[in-house]
T-cell receptor, first 113, second 110 residues
Framework: KAGVTQTPRYLIKTRGQQVTLSCSPI?????VSWYQQTPGQGLQFLFE???????NKGNFPGRFSGRQFSNSRSEMNVSTLELGDSALYLC????????????FGPGTRLTVT | GENVEQHPSTLSVQEGDSAVIKCTYS??????FPWYKQELGKGPQLIID?????GEKKDQRIAVTLNKTAKHFSLHITETQPEDSAVYFC?????????FGTGTRLQVFP
């Protein structure tokens, strides 16, 4: 079974621009969570989607948004990019409706200049 | 909110020795405790997990113990090998989201 895939793997953007990241979960998994990983803040929860509905949201500004499609694929969007948004963005999927047994993708490395 | 503390931040051991990483969580309602291994350039890999109704779980050279009363859980790696070198993260959850510890960089020297 293929793992979680994320595209693109690397991205360079300029302050003020917006960006969309994509995540394809493991086949059959219906829940997708997004995390931001930085050296200073570690791994922080952004939001979680299940059956196209956002069920949980972390403490990030409204510039961070996401959505999930009927095939469980998910996208996250960051608008008006700031230098501090430079990070590794990780997507994780799980088969159930809880956060148990989350499997992570390789991440998208976003650099904002 | 939930907070997870992880120690030590770095750990160096000789090949064949054991390694122990400890975490403490703040929310007594947390009921799921996974451990992840992250290698350079990769996403975190789930290596073992434990639920609050179990005190210990073992999988070959790795084991996790949970003390619900003290709100502590630990990862034990025996007979360490160079390929165990990575950053290890603990996490706690109430089934909604994972709250991660700050990570432990484990170096295993041949």
């Amino acid at each position: 079974k293929a793992g979680v895939t994320q595209t693109p793997r690397y991205l360079i953007k300029t302050r003020g621009q917006q960006v969309t990241l994509s995540c394809s979960p493991i086949s059959g998994h219906r829940s997708v969570s997004w995390y931001q990983q930085t050296p200073g803040q570690g791994l922080q929860f952004l939001f979680e989607y299940f059956s196209e509905t956002q069920r949980n949201k972390g403490n990030f500004p409204g510039r961070f948004s996401g959505r999930q499609f009927s095939n469980s694929r998910s996208e996250m969007n960051v608008s008006t990019l700031e230098l501090g948004d430079s990070a590794l963005y990780l997507c994780a999927s799980t088969s159930g409706s809880t956060s148990y047994e989350q499997y992570f993708g390789p991440g998208t490395r976003l650099t904002v200049t | 909110g939930e907070n997870v503390e992880q120690h030590p931040s770095t750990l160096s051991v000789q090949e064949g020795d054991s390694a122990v990483i400890k975490c403490t969580y703040s929310d007594s309602a947390s009921n799921y405790f996974p451990w992840y291994k992250q290698e350079l350039g990769k996403g975190p890999q789930l290596i073992i997990d434990i639920r609050s109704n179990v005190g210990e779980k073992k999988d070959q050279r790795i084991a996790v113990t949970l003390n619900k009363t003290a709100k502590h859980f630990s990862l034990h790696i025996t007979e360490t090998q160079p390929e165990d070198s990575a950053v290890y993260f603990c996490a706690a959850s109430k089934a909604d989201k994972l709250i991660f510890g700050t990570g432990t960089r484990l170096q295993v020297f041949p």
